[in-house]
């Protein structure tokens, strides 16, 4: 699948690959995530059998012209778990959305532990 949208100047397709790399970037620029972590067992296996294509813990899938981002995280020891989460989804929305110009739907963030 592929995020699509129509401009002035013609047709815009932008892979959900893509735009999971993208997510990876920006989400590790923000306070208090140290690493994406794959949310099962399956996600490790297919994570490495896929090894290169795909992001581990970073799934984007879209529908018409919704994005919906399901990221799993481990986040730094000692900071508030719930404010380094709201801080992700906020930042994770509004970039996703000036990149893509779609509307970013939801945002699931699973904690999957913590680390110094």
């Given at each position: 699948m592929s995020v699509k949208t129509n401009n002035i100047y013609?047709?815009?397709s932008i892979s959900n690959k893509t735009v999971g790399r993208y997510v990876s970037h920006v989400a590790m620029d923000c306070y208090g995530i140290v690493e994406?972590?794959?949310k099962s067992l399956i996600?490790?296996?297919v994570s490495f059998i896929t090894y290169g294509h795909e992001v581990?813990?970073?799934?984007?899938r879209s529908a018409g012209d919704r994005i919906f981002i399901d990221l799993s995280v481990v986040?730094?020891?000692g900071v508030s778990i719930k404010a380094v989460v709201e801080?992700?989804?906020e930042s994770v929305k509004y970039?996703?959305?000036r990149f893509t110009g779609m509307i970013v739907d939801t945002?699931?963030?699973?904690?999957?532990?913590v680390k110094s």
């Open positions: 013609g047709r815009i994406f972590t794959p996600d490790s296996v581990k813990g970073v799934r984007v986040v730094k020891y801080a992700l989804k970039k996703v959305e945002i699931n963030v699973n904690v999957m532990g």
